[in-house]
């Protein structure tokens, strides 16, 4: 199989695909798989990112073809899929191209359809080197910009996440694959086909999910549509996570 997976829960539990944002990787779902353990977890490592494939094709098809290709090999006709941010965009395109594969949607602040003057930004700040001298360095800018995340979870990303790399330490992802990535979300957002139960929880103090996307979904899904926003910043399953596991058990079931 093409991606790295992390597995947890009950291996036959009703499965479920949990797919990261940039610079992310599967472990950071570690606080919804514990307390979700009656679920079968599928944690992927993008394409780029941790412990993949860092080869490019980077784009949201290929994307797309990875995941399909892990869950061939998990043996799955379909599962529940749960995306976070990039991975939010990953999930939705995912039930767009094959949504017979696709149960349920959980997109936890997706980001796509983002404005392109915004990405071209994101995209050059992510082309400069981001090297630590120690772990305890990396430690505390990452502490610093996940300001309302637990400090065990933080100790959990670096843990996880950093790696001795060209003389330095670095966090575990290609940037050309970031830089990618947000051209990516600068892409249209895909709407989830009709029939598909979904649940959007947009973050309160980010500026990712629009009016115009969510009316869209509504549109196309009306009551198989659930929108639960969250007074959180972007990381809202880091920063929530007894909440998100929470709003997860009642839509996964």
């Known amino acids: 199989m093409p991606l790295h997976v992390h597995h947890a829960g009950d291996p036959a539990g009703p499965p479920v695909l949990a797919v990261h944002g940039v610079t992310g990787h599967g472990l950071r779902f570690a606080p919804l798989t514990a307390a979700l353990p009656g679920l079968r977890w599928i944690c992927v490592d993008v394409r780029g990112h941790g412990r993949s494939p860092w080869a490019p094709p980077w784009n949201l098809e290929h994307h797309v073809e990875d995941v399909l290709e892990v869950l061939d090999a998990q043996g799955l006709d379909r599962a529940a899929v749960v995306g976070h ?22 997109l ?6 983002l404005d392109p003057q915004d990405m071209l930004d994101s995209a050059e700040g992510a082309r400069a080197d981001e090297a630590f001298a120690t772990p305890d360095d990396a430690r505390a800018a990452k502490a610093a910009t996940w300001a309302d995340v637990a400090p065990e979870l933080v100790g959990a990303e670096v843990a996880e996440h950093l790696e001795h790399r060209a003389g330095a330490w670095r966090w575990r992802y290609s940037r050309a694959a970031v830089v990618a990535a ?3 979300m600068a892409r249209p957002a895909a709407v989830p086909p009709a029939g598909t139960p979904t649940l959007v929880v947009p973050a309160r103090r980010a500026d990712f999910v629009s009016d115009d996307w969510l009316a869209a979904c509504r549109a196309a899904l009306g009551d198989d549509l659930a929108v639960v926003p969250l007074d959180t910043g972007h990381m809202v399953y880091l920063e929530r996570p007894g909440e998100v596991a929470a709003l997860l058990a009642e839509f996964l079931g």
């Open 85 to 106: 941010s990039f991975g939010g965009a990953i999930a939705a395109r995912l039930a767009r191209t094959a949504p017979e594969r696709v149960t349920r949607l959980a």
């Open 108 to 113: 936890l602040d997706p980001a796509h359809g």
């Open 182 to 184: 947000w051209a990516e």
